[in-house]
């Protein structure tokens, strides 16, 4: 009986030595999370506090994000880690339609979280595209479209109904900006919130990422139109960036719409003085790799010469070269510059 008892002591001292353990673990989490240089991490630690439902400190998390002066490496603000937190945590098509549930627990333990809504909002926005997933327009049902549509409308209505709080907050000018050019039916429109919000936070890039993406062919636009868009920015955007937006904003493009050869090859020169402000301003390794991949890719030996010359073993990383330009494709053109 009495071995019982002490196993049965040992047993719970192990139990509040592991929930304490757990409850600083996140204490930690919270009060750090502003300090980390990667992007990834942050957005990876913002989801964990999220679906731990530790809320209080995803409150307190979220908020030394949103208004912290700071940057990661690559120049982008603290606060874009939040959104795409949320973004990956409710995917757009993807979403599990239960996640409301958890939105509702927060509110429950948090009564007037401002980012609550922000959440809600986000959860409408990916049901929609779970209504009318990812195919091509004339291969959805009008069923599909009318559900699309109605949740766009109530993820519109939540944040225009939010706090004055989140409306003061990066994160509800680019959820509503995704929201409106989604969209002819909605209130707002696309344009009109990004040049609001670019008054507001100029350097929250994301914001000209996300309207780029409609602009291109595969969305009615074209690559002229892409250009444009791209340039009028950078010449609006020149005494906080110079030069340095109209790479960053083609970089943006190739991920899920690559801009083709020749329409690179025909805005070189401005790519490549662009390329060197931006390594300038924001010496991220990253960038360093790309340039010397958007070299290889138009063929300019010269500049592919000095960009991989610039780039020490530490940073060389084949990870953040283009998939069409990769650095394994690329050797050959190294290997005849060295001949």
Same mark, same amino acid.
């Given at each position: 009986?009495?071995?019982?008892?002490?196993?049965?002591?040992?047993?719970?001292?192990?139990?509040?030595?592991?929930?304490?353990?757990?409850?600083?673990? *996140?204490?930690?989490?919270?009060?750090?999370?502003?300090?980390?240089?990667?992007?990834?991490?942050?957005?990876?630690?913002?989801?964990?506090?999220?679906?731990? +439902?530790?809320?209080?400190?995803?409150?307190?998390?979220?908020?030394?994000?949103?208004?912290?002066? +700071?940057?990661?490496?690559?120049?982008?603000?603290?606060?874009?880690?939040?959104?795409?937190? *949320?973004?990956?945590?409710?995917?757009?098509?993807?979403?599990?339609?239960?996640?409301? +549930?958890?939105?509702?627990? =927060?509110?429950?333990?948090?009564?007037?979280?401002?980012?609550?809504?922000?959440?809600?909002?986000?959860?409408?926005?990916?049901?929609?595209?779970?209504?009318?997933?990812?195919? *091509?327009? !004339?291969?959805?049902?009008?069923?599909? =479209?009318?559900?699309?549509?109605? $949740?766009?409308?109530?993820? +519109?209505?939540?944040?225009?109904?939010?706090?004055?709080?989140?409306?003061?907050?990066?994160?509800?000018?680019?959820?509503?900006?995704?929201?409106?050019?989604?969209?002819?039916?909605?209130?707002?429109?696309?344009?009109?919130?990004?040049?609001?919000?670019?008054?507001?936070?100029?350097?929250?890039? %994301?914001?000209?990422?996300?309207?780029?993406?409609?602009?291109?062919?595969? =969305? &009615?636009?074209?690559?002229?139109?892409? %250009?444009?868009?791209?340039?009028?920015?950078?010449?609006?955007?020149?005494?906080?960036? &110079?030069?340095?937006?109209?790479?960053?904003?083609?970089?943006?493009?190739?991920?899920?719409?690559?801009?083709?050869? $020749?329409?690179?090859?025909?805005?070189?020169?401005?790519?490549?003085?662009?390329?060197?402000?931006?390594?300038?301003?924001?010496?991220?390794?990253?960038?360093? $790799?790309?340039?010397?991949?958007?070299?290889?890719?138009? &063929?300019?030996?010269?500049?592919?010469?000095?960009?991989?010359?610039?780039?020490?073993?530490?940073?060389? $990383?084949?990870?953040?070269?283009?998939?069409?330009?990769?650095?394994?494709?690329?050797?050959?053109? !190294?290997?005849?510059?060295?001949?």
């Amino acid at each position: 009986m009495v071995k019982q008892y002490t196993n049965f002591v040992h047993c719970a001292r192990l139990v509040v030595i592991l929930k304490l353990f757990f409850f600083a673990t *996140f204490a930690d989490a919270k009060s750090d999370i502003a300090s980390i240089n990667s992007f990834d991490e942050t957005s990876r630690q913002i989801q964990v506090l999220y679906q731990s +439902e530790q809320f209080s400190s995803l409150e307190e998390a979220i908020n030394a994000l949103v208004f912290s002066t +700071e940057k990661f490496s690559s120049g982008k603000p603290k606060a874009s880690a939040v959104y795409w937190a *949320f973004r990956q945590q409710m995917p757009a098509p993807g979403v599990d339609i239960n996640e409301i +549930e958890r939105i509702r627990r =927060w509110r429950g333990q948090v009564p007037l979280s401002p980012y609550t809504d922000f959440a809600e909002s986000r959860y409408w926005y990916a049901l929609a595209w779970n209504a009318r997933g990812n195919g *091509f327009s !004339n291969n959805v049902t009008n069923k599909s =479209w009318q559900a699309f549509n109605t $949740n766009l409308l109530q993820a +519109e209505k939540v944040l225009l109904e939010s706090s004055a709080s989140l409306k003061g907050t990066p994160l509800w000018h680019h959820l509503l900006l995704a929201i409106a050019q989604d969209s002819e039916e909605t209130k707002s429109n696309a344009n009109d919130v990004l040049v609001a919000a670019a008054l507001k936070w100029p350097q929250y890039y %994301d914001l000209y990422e996300l309207r780029l993406t409609r602009l291109v062919p595969k =969305w &009615g636009g074209d690559w002229q139109t892409v %250009d444009t868009f791209i340039a009028a920015w950078t010449n609006k955007q020149f005494d906080t960036e &110079g030069r340095s937006l109209y790479a960053r904003l083609y970089i943006s493009m190739q991920i899920k719409n690559p801009v083709p050869v $020749n329409e690179i090859r025909l805005h070189w020169n401005e790519l490549k003085n662009s390329f060197n402000d931006l390594i300038k301003r924001y010496p991220d390794p990253k960038f360093k $790799n790309l340039f010397a991949s958007y070299a290889c890719l138009v &063929g300019d030996k010269i500049q592919y010469r000095k960009s991989i010359s610039a780039l020490n073993s530490k940073e060389l $990383n084949a990870n953040d070269w283009l998939p069409e330009a990769s650095a394994a494709n690329c050797t050959s053109l !190294n290997q005849f510059i060295n001949s």
